[in-house]
């Protein structure tokens, strides 16, 4: 391409000199952009020396750091008038959306927020090169268009959602990289290392949390976007080298919550890009690949908040350095990318301007809208308290606070559908369950969060099809069409503290991940830990199998400090331990039988490095290591022939490809195993294993008796993506039947809900336990092709192989998926601590 920044663009009239205050990027950081990547804090100090030099016009917010200690930041950019009003057009703009405080009534002659978020994924780096220049522009004095745009228009602009994983590229980059740059693509320079620098430091993809918001940049990022909610909000990406720009509109499916009016300014956005780009001879496309489904990205999620929410993707990301031979010969720059991303932002804030009256009316007619009559055909939702569910309805109400959903509570009859049944039933709203009106701001997101099944227009979507939180959470839910007034606000259930007291042991129950921590508190203290292998009964008290029994037995170490210690760690847990004055049981086995388990705190290490799929390890590795706060080692696979296998108790097989896993270098881990080692295998590892010699295998396909359809192999050459579409599932919720006696499977009743993302369905195992499987008509959402759905029956999900005095665990389906599928964790604790004890 011959495109520079010097080109004079359609939105600039020319060039006249500025103060000697501000400088431009190029002053300021002593090289024209483009011509090699800036590090993160250059990035902060270019913000600051721009807020400090038109204070009048930007101001800064630190809205937090990373987990790597990087400044997390924003700027507020408009005119003068307008910034020294700052605080009340935010709050007028939380009344428009009818989320204020106060009872004011809003005004709607306000400016309009356009959002602008930049390099979510760190190794997609041009973004933020293209932020400094957008920021520069819109206080440079010189340019007389960007201050009109100002005057009713209030931009935010956040330079870098990934500091973490953009500087983890760019010092990759800078390291790898000659005098100058090497555009042929089988140079070292466009071959990323592992883990590559898309995502944080535990290896998140930040694009898919905005609504789950396990990791500490989205849930920082999101206490400051809802404390305003723009009008408009553009994610910016990077997309392959070959690929020309892309904005909205956007493709489908697109959700039907979204309404007329944000699918339609999509198109008059797009159009006024497609101006920009088309005067300077630029390609792009509209209407492909991108739709507007899954809930969590950073266009879908503003648009389920009342926004235009909207993704940019330039070619480029980690392949493309500062310099790329594209498939047709020409060169892709850096310069390229950013000058792109620089035009579509400034062409967005202009649009915006343009139509900030209408804008401002519709997003307060979407919130006018929600409280009555309300997003979709459910109107309230109710949670079920149920014995045993407590930490997953705390961790369900904990998210739900996160985005600002109201909820309370109600008593009385009603009739609603039952997601475990999937059948329209008559139940009754006890205490303790959680009533969830659709009448009230949030009713959109609500909704698209709680349907019970998706609705596709287009079978070709980008992610997952099914969500709805009552499967991801494992609970006994009813979707209601009727209004359900709500009588009071929700108690959350907090167990009495406990209080230290010398007894003769204490139980805990094993009812979720919170009892997993508390077990893992007191292991990493180094009490000794028992757990019950059935139910029992005790002092009048029901207990399942599972529960963890603390006993002074073997605990001697810690005289009178070991009660005390267990009251801490379950308190800080919100849990409750009951004491117990014997260990004599009424009902199943004595806590000297056999049958109740010594816990050994096992020593794990989890394999994270080339071939592994780097979100899969990274889900572990932040649910061990700051879920759990349990120790876990990292070792990379290449580098496993040098560990001392005496010094691992569990082994973790990730999602990936593993050379190892071939029956001739599988024997020595197979050795390992017998001797009591545990190996969990996921996704993909059990897919590998199943390969080998003595491990499960695949399901095979049932074989067709009718006679061969002799023109099968006739296909149209334009259908090519609609054949692959009928055996394959982007991601559909299945009921899994379980066998809760094993211990994979303690804590859970007798089924599951998974979420399927491939085509593997596995053998019943003849050798082990077969915990989890699929039975006929166990889809219960989401989309899965016709092929593959007569596949996707009858067979193993999850299970257990016993080895000598060890066990592989085969977990078929990622249990941990994006850290929010909240119903996995437990069985993920349960392969780590109770299976082959």
Not at 119 to 124: A, C, W
Request: charged share 20%.
């Amino acid at each position: 391409m011959k495109t520079r920044l010097s080109i004079l663009l359609l939105l600039f009239i020319g060039y006249i000199p500025v103060s000697a205050q501000l400088q431009s990027p190029e002053t300021f950081l002593g090289y024209k952009p483009g011509t090699q990547y800036t590090p993160h804090f250059k990035i902060i100090n270019y913000f600051n020396h721009v807020a400090a030099a038109s204070p009048g016009m930007v101001r800064l917010q630190s809205y937090g750091q990373t987990h790597e200690g990087r400044p997390l930041i924003a700027a507020f950019v408009s005119s003068e008038e307008n910034i020294s009003n700052l605080e009340n057009i935010r709050q007028n703009n939380l009344r428009l959306a009818n989320m204020a405080m106060d009872n004011t009534a809003p005004v709607e002659n306000t400016p309009v927020i356009v959002w602008l978020s930049y390099n979510v994924h760190g190794n997609e780096a041009s973004s933020s090169e293209a932020a400094m220049l957008t920021l520069y522009e819109l206080v440079n004095p010189a340019d007389t268009r960007t201050k009109t745009w100002l005057k009713n228009t209030v931009v935010v602009i956040d330079p870098c959602i990934n500091p973490d994983g953009r500087d983890r590229y760019v010092n990759w980059f800078t390291s790898v990289a000659g005098k100058n740059y090497n555009p042929r693509l089988d140079a070292r320079e466009h071959r990323e290392q592992w883990p590559g620098g898309r995502t944080n430091h535990y290896y998140f993809d930040l694009n898919r949390d905005w609504a789950w918001q396990t990791q500490i940049e989205s849930q920082q990022r999101m206490k400051l976007y809802q404390q305003w909610y723009p009008q408009i909000h553009v994610d910016y990406h990077e997309q392959g080298i070959n690929a020309p720009y892309y904005f909205a509109p956007a493709a489908q499916p697109y959700h039907e919550a979204i309404t007329p009016w944000q699918r339609d300014f999509q198109v008059t956005i797009g159009k006024n890009n497609a101006k920009y780009f088309d005067s300077n001879g630029w390609l792009y496309f509209t209407k492909e690949i991108f739709d507007l489904y899954y809930p969590s990205y950073g266009d879908t999620y503003p648009i389920y908040n009342g926004a235009i929410g909207m993704t940019y993707e330039q070619g480029g990301g980690p392949s493309s350095g500062l310099g790329v031979y594209k498939k047709e010969g020409d060169t892709l720059t850096l310069t390229d990318r950013l000058t792109h991303h620089y035009t579509s932002g400034l062409s967005t804030i202009e649009i915006s301007s343009q139509n900030a009256g209408r804008l401002v009316r519709e997003f307060r007619k979407f919130f006018n809208d929600a409280l009555s009559p309300g997003t979709g055909i459910y109107k309230t939702y109710i949670i079920k308290k149920e014995e045993g569910n407590a930490q997953r309805m705390a961790a369900l109400i904990e998210l739900l606070d996160k985005n600002n959903i109201q909820y309370g509570s109600a008593k009385g009859n009603a009739k609603g559908y039952n997601y475990f049944s999937g059948r329209e039933e008559a139940f009754t709203i006890t205490e303790g369950d959680i009533v969830i009106s659709n009448a009230q701001p949030k009713s959109t997101l609500l909704s698209v969060l709680f349907e019970p099944k998706s609705k596709l227009v287009d079978s070709a979507t980008y992610d997952i099809t099914a969500w709805s939180l009552p499967y991801v959470y494992g609970l006994t839910a009813y979707a209601v069409k009727e209004k359900i007034r709500l009588t009071g606000n929700y108690t959350k259930e907090v167990p009495a503290r406990n209080t230290s007291s010398n007894r003769y042991g204490y139980v805990i129950p094993w009812e979720g991940v919170q009892s997993a921590k508390a077990a893992a508190c007191l292991m990493q203290k180094g009490v000794k830990l028992r757990f019950a292998s059935n139910d029992f009964e005790i002092g009048g008290a029901s207990f399942k199998a599972g529960a963890v029994i603390v006993l002074k037995t073997a605990n001697g170490a810690f005289a009178d400090q070991l009660w005390g210690l267990v009251a801490e760690a379950c308190n800080e847990q919100d849990i409750k331990a009951y004491p117990v004055n014997s260990g004599l049981v009424d009902k199943g086995y004595d806590f000297g039988s056999e049958n109740v388990k010594y816990l050994k705190a096992p020593q794990i290490a989890l394999l994270a490095g080339e071939g592994v799929n780097s979100n899969a390890a990274g889900e572990v590795w932040f649910f061990i290591e700051r879920e759990l706060n349990y120790p876990v080692t990292l070792i990379n696979p290449e580098h496993l022939n040098r560990v001392n296998w005496n010094d691992i108790d569990v082994l973790i097989l990730p999602d990936g490809r593993y050379s190892f896993l071939n029956d001739k270098d599988f024997a020595e881990l197979k050795s390992w195993i017998s001797k009591g080692g545990r190996l969990i295998a996921m996704e993909n590892a059990v897919a590998q294993l199943a390969g080998l010699d003595g491990g499960i295998k695949f399901k095979k396909e049932e074989e067709h008796t009718d006679k061969e359809d002799l023109y099968a192999a006739l296909k149209k050459f334009g259908d090519q993506d609609r054949e692959m579409i009928s055996s394959y599932t982007p991601g559909s919720i299945y009921k899994v039947q379980l066998d809760n006696s094993h211990p994979l499977a303690f804590g859970y009743p007798d089924y599951y809900y998974t979420l399927k993302m491939d085509d593997n369905v596995y053998e019943f195992i003849d050798d082990g336990w077969n915990v989890g499987v699929i039975k006929k008509d166990n889809l219960v959402a989401g989309f899965v092709g016709a092929e593959l759905k007569k596949k996707l029956i009858d067979g193993l999900i999850c299970g257990v192989q016993d080895i000598g005095k060890g066990n592989i665990i085969y977990l078929a389906d990622d249990v941990l998926f994006r850290n929010f599928w909240q119903n996995g964790k437990l069985m993920f604790c349960n392969a780590l601590f109770l299976v082959g004890q």
